[in-house]
T-cell receptor, first 114, second 112 residues
Framework: AQSVAQPEDQVNVAEGNPLTVKCTYSVSGNPYLFWYVQYPNRGLQFLLKYITGDNLVKGSYGFEAEFNKSQTSFHLKKPSALVSDSALYFCAVRDGGGNNRLAFGKGNQVVVIP | DTAVSQTPKYLVTQMGNDKSIKCEQNLGHDTMYWYKQDSKKFLKIMFSYNNKELIINETVPNRFSPKSPDKAHLNLHINSLELGDSAVYFC???????????FGSGTRLTVV
């Protein structure tokens, strides 16, 4: 079964500094990878996805993620963090040869310090 | 607005009661899901429906039953509520496999 690991519980970063949220995945086939963000008391919002093609994908709010097949990673990045980026971030993976089920990681709380 | 909408947003009820949470999507998606988010923010899939057919049931107690009158609706009915059912329940929908899910804003269920 597909799974993702988000090794850190919380990521603290100063405003204006680069932000990285780590994700590694495990699937039996080709991975379809996603990042979602959850603001307090809100549902999950789609940020970006990797299906095929360029390893660097760009998404909403200035976020990007790099697919690395050899390291089975899909880290989320933002060059310059904003206080408004403080939220819970979820990585998710779907097996490209399987059903539509997305397996989510445990989430990372990002705190951007002014 | 195109969206996934859930009602109610908050639900407080006593142990042993039966309650329902409604979900509707107007995106034309062919699959709908229910997820449970616990107090540690873990997301666990409960059900999905594709063309009115249940295709996933992740060992959820049979007190939980999804009901889908049509492909735009997937309601969640819970019998004999227990304290451990307290969580945030999210409905989501998707179309095909190449796009992600669209989530509703969640229903915070508190069982007292």
């Amino acid at each position: 079964a597909q799974s993702v690991a988000q090794p850190e519980d919380q990521v603290n970063v100063a405003e204006g500094n680069p932000l990285t949220v780590k994700c590694t995945y495990s699937v039996s086939g080709n991975p379809y990878l996603f990042w979602y963000v959850q603001y307090p008391n809100r549902g999950l919002q789609f940020l970006l996805k990797y299906i095929t093609g360029d390893n660097l994908v760009k998404g909403s709010y200035g976020f990007e993620a790099e697919f690395n097949k050899s390291q089975t990673s899909f880290h989320l990045k933002k060059p310059s963090a904003l206080v408004s980026d403080s939220a819970l971030y979820f990585c998710a993976v779907r097996d490209g040869g399987g059903n539509n089920r997305l397996a989510f990681g445990k989430g990372n709380q990002v705190v951007v310090i002014p | 607005d195109t969206a996934v909408s859930q009602t109610p947003k908050y639900l407080v009820t006593q142990m042993g009661n039966d309650k329902s949470i409604k979900c509707e999507q107007n995106l034309g998606h062919d699959t709908m899901y229910w997820y449970k988010q616990d107090s540690k923010k873990f997301l666990k899939i409960m059900f999905s429906y594709n063309n009115k057919e249940l295709i996933i049931n992740e060992t959820v107690p049979n007190r939980f039953s999804p009901k889908s009158p049509d492909k735009a609706h997937l309601n969640l009915h819970i019998n004999s509520l227990e304290l451990g059912d307290s969580a945030v329940y999210f409905c989501a929908s998707s179309q095909g496999s190449l796009i992600g899910y669209t989530f509703g804003s969640g229903t915070r269920l508190t069982v007292v």
